[in-house]
């Protein structure tokens, strides 16, 4: 009896001194790999291109050729990207809150990336066995389309996180949305609002509605299958109404003007997509 206590308190003391080696291994790994984790993020913020070239860096933009008034606009010339740069104040209230509703609610509050959103996203898209959510935050897309390419890697998703966090330390809120608003592709190669205001409503940014805004904002998940000229019209109306919705649940716009909005059928205010050339033999003579 004395034999079979006494074996078991040595088969007790083995898993005990066992439990406290693998907390102590575990403990030393984990402090390891997070000096390891600090080295490298220190040693990407200070080898990577400074936050400030966000503002200096060559920025494609569209040519327009005029007439002899400078009033009217007889051809735009542009590559790829159809942009053009509008300053603070051109820029309306009515594209910043669809933004902010669309791609990220906390955008005034995290410095840079949001743990609870990628979190949220991780959780959504392994519930449905596929992506649906993302969890990057205004800041990150603007350093992914400024700095980085459009490629899914590892390497890439840090080097986001890296670009967003000195974003977030050198400039403000406001200057990071106007960048993000000038920068994101709405599709038909029209980057920036501007851009996207002339190629679907031929008005200017200044002069978009609610409706309206909440259309260009639901396109910027994947301008491609949500293109309004596109298959998937009444996926990007659902879309723009979950939008204006998600507006009114954060309390971002006037509860009325919501309400008018959701009543609106915008698809049937997008102009049909074309680029002509006026005055011709002027515009090849140029």
């Known amino acids: ?48 291109e400074p936050a400030s070239s966000l503002f200096t860096r060559n920025i494609a933009q569209t040519s327009i050729i005029y007439d002899r008034t400078g009033q009217h606009t007889l051809y735009e010339i542009h590559g790829e990207e159809n942009r053009k740069i509008l300053a603070h104040e051109e820029i309306p209230d009515v594209m910043r809150v669809t933004a902010i509703a669309t791609e990220d609610n906390n955008f005034y509050i995290h410095q840079g990336i949001d743990p609870k959103a990628i979190m949220r996203a991780l959780k959504t898209n392994f519930e449905n066995g596929q992506i649906l959510q993302g969890g990057s935050t205004i800041t990150q897309q603007l350093a992914r389309n400024a700095f980085l390419t459009r490629e899914k890697t590892l390497n890439r998703k840090v080097l986001e996180a890296v670009y967003a966090i000195k974003i977030e330390r050198h400039f403000s809120k406001e200057q990071i949305l106007d960048a993000y608003l000038n920068e994101v592709p709405y599709g038909s190669n029209a980057y920036g609002i501007e851009a996207a205001a002339e190629t679907y409503f031929d008005k200017k940014a200044s002069e978009l509605t609610l409706d309206e805004a ?70 090849f003579y140029v």
């Open 214 to 283: 909440a259309l260009l904002s639901a396109m910027t998940k994947a301008p491609s299958y949500y293109s309004p000229y596109g298959n998937n019209r009444e996926a990007l109306e659902r879309r723009q109404r979950d939008v204006l919705k998600k507006t009114a649940e954060l309390r971002l716009a006037d509860p009325a003007m919501i309400e008018e909005a959701l009543k609106i059928n915008t698809l049937e205010k997008v102009i049909p997509l074309n680029q002509p050339i006026q005055a011709p033999h002027f515009v």
């Open 1 to 48: 009896m004395k034999d079979k206590i006494k074996k078991t308190k040595i088969g007790f003391g083995f898993i005990k001194l066992f439990l406290k080696e693998s907390f102590f291994v575990s403990l030393y790994v984990s402090i390891m790999l997070a000096m390891l984790g600090t080295g490298i993020f220190f040693y990407l913020m200070v080898k990577t």
